[in-house]
Every structure is written in C-alpha cells, then in structure tokens.
C-alpha cells in the first residue's frame, strides 16, 4: 500500500506517462515484486493450459471455461486490493502486457478491483471490459 501510494501520486501528474512512471517504480520494488507477479503468472498460466478432464471431448466449451474459472476465482480471491492494483500496472507496461495480460482479461482477474485505486478513469479502458466482468460462452 505505502509504495502504491507514493507511485499514485505520481500517476496523477501525467495521465499518458503510466509506463514510466509504473516501470520507475517497479524498479526499486522489484526484488519484493518480481518473483510474485512470476509466481502468479505461473499459476493461472498452468490453470489455463489444464483441462482437468479424462475424457476431454465430452466436455463443452463453456464447461472447460467455467470450471478454469473457478479455479482462477480462488486465486483472485487471494489478492488484496492493492495486489490487484500492482498487478493493473504491470500488465500494461512491457512486464506483462504480452503474456500476463491476456489471461487477465480471459478470467475477469479485475473482477474485484477497487477502480478508485486507478489512477485515471481512462486508464481503465486500456484492459478489454472482460478483465472486470467474465463473459458467459
């Protein structure tokens, strides 16, 4: 919380400057950080990757989904809020924009984010709505 809230009051000098201002942080922060966001990353990666099925065929789309679904609602229900607002900023940046984001917005890891924490309300729209709602196959 504490280093959140030094980073937030510089995200609210410069609206387009998130990145920066997120990464310059993250730097000083990393050897807490840096193997969390990896772990976690790694977590809802192999819930992904899993079927949990025998006989995988038999089950449909939108049954694999939900049941991956659950699994990641126990991870995200592990997360403080101001976890959920770091991990907002990473994934938006070069750390976690191409592999970590993804999965976020698939499993509606946002779900529970206090958007009072976001810097800027436009910042929010950088993520698919799906990040913050799951969508229903």
Not at 90 to 111: A, Q, R, W
Request: aromatic share 18%.
């Amino acid at each position: 919380r504490y280093l959140y809230n030094k980073m937030f009051e510089e995200l609210l000098e410069d609206e387009s400057a998130y990145a920066s201002i997120y990464l310059e942080h993250y730097e000083k922060a990393q050897t807490d950080f840096g193997h969390y966001f990896r772990n976690l990353y790694r977590m809802i990666k192999m819930v992904h990757l899993n079927d949990f099925f025998y006989d995988i065929e038999s089950v449909s789309e939108k049954d694999k989904f939900e049941i991956k679904y659950k699994y990641i609602s126990i991870i995200r229900a592990q997360l403080s809020n101001h976890e959920l607002i770091w991990i907002f900023y990473n994934c938006i940046t070069e750390n976690g924009y191409e592999k970590f984001k993804p999965l976020i917005e698939e499993y509606s890891l946002f779900k529970n984010i206090p958007k009072k924490l976001v810097a800027f309300p436009n910042h929010i729209s950088l993520y698919e709505g799906r990040a913050y709602s799951p969508i229903t196959l």
